[in-house]
């Protein structure tokens, strides 16, 4: 059972950074394409950024360029989110997404292509 579990959340200032960490356990981390999303109160969900399977591809929400870089570690079956520059608007639950690919090294932004999902991490920005 492929299980992933946020950390690094909590309560900022505008202009802080938090370093988020996605921690994946029960599978083959090497088969998995990553992704962020977030999802403020009353609002859809939205991709942040993803990376690929072996991290040579990496793709940005606008919202994030500039701002929040994405990493992983394969050796240690992470991912991790840095979040620079945070504004009040990037409150939101913050989770992590798998997408099991053996043989495909991509990023996607469609929520429904990842097969499995951590239960976030809460981020919250004040003026």
């Known amino acids: 059972q492929v299980q992933l579990a946020e950390s690094g959340g909590g309560s900022v200032q505008a202009g802080d950074s938090l370093r988020l960490s996605c921690a994946v356990s029960?599978?083959?981390?090497?088969?998995?394409?990553m992704g962020w999303f977030r999802q403020a109160p009353g609002k859809e969900r939205e991709f942040v950024l993803g990376?690929?399977?072996?991290?040579?591809?990496?793709d940005y929400a606008d919202s994030a360029k500039g701002r929040f870089t994405i990493s992983r570690d394969n050796t240690k079956n992470t991912v991790i989110l840095q979040l620079n520059s945070l504004k009040p608007e990037d409150t939101a639950m913050y989770s992590c997404?798998?997408?099991?690919?053996?043989?495909?090294?991509?990023?996607?932004?469609?929520?429904?292509?990842?097969?499995?999902w951590g239960q976030g991490t809460q981020v919250t920005v004040s003026s």
């Open positions: 997404a798998a997408d099991f690919q053996p043989h495909v090294d991509r990023v996607t932004r469609l929520s429904t292509a990842y097969d499995y």
């Open positions: 029960g599978g083959a981390f090497s088969f998995y394409n």
């Open positions: 990376i690929s399977r072996s991290g040579s591809k990496v």
